[in-house]
């Protein structure tokens, strides 16, 4: 089921899960796929947050991004083109749906 259809309870536990890999993929410098599908205005408010506070572990990231950035999250989830459980979990992982993307990209000669 797409993001906006889960309860509010699974949509959380979507977000903390997303919230995790786009933290460890922002500390990776590799955003774009997300990037390509995302507001950028939503992305800066949350780079910006998450940049500030860089020195924190991504627990208390994802515990401080819950509390100060969870709409821009949930606006990126749901233009974002994965399915989830109904509790929650995606349907495949976030490196996965990463991959698969990648896959179909063009390669430069």
Do not use: C
């Not at 309870?9 to 919230?19: E, L, N, S």
């Not at 994965?82 to 990209?105: C, F, P, R, V």
């Amino acid at each position: 089921m797409a993001y906006k259809a889960l309860s509010v309870d699974a949509q959380k536990q979507a977000r903390v899960d997303f919230m995790n890999f786009y933290i460890r993929q922002l500390r990776s410098d590799n955003l774009e796929v997300i990037s390509a599908k995302a507001d950028d205005e939503d992305m800066a408010n949350i780079n910006h947050l998450l940049e500030e506070n860089q020195y924190l572990t991504i627990d208390k990231l994802v515990e401080l991004a819950e509390q100060m950035v969870s709409s821009q999250f949930d606006a990126i989830l749901n233009s974002l083109d994965i399915k989830y459980h109904d509790d929650g979990t995606a349907s495949s992982s976030w490196n996965d749906w990463m991959e698969k993307i990648h896959q179909g990209l063009p390669v430069e000669d």
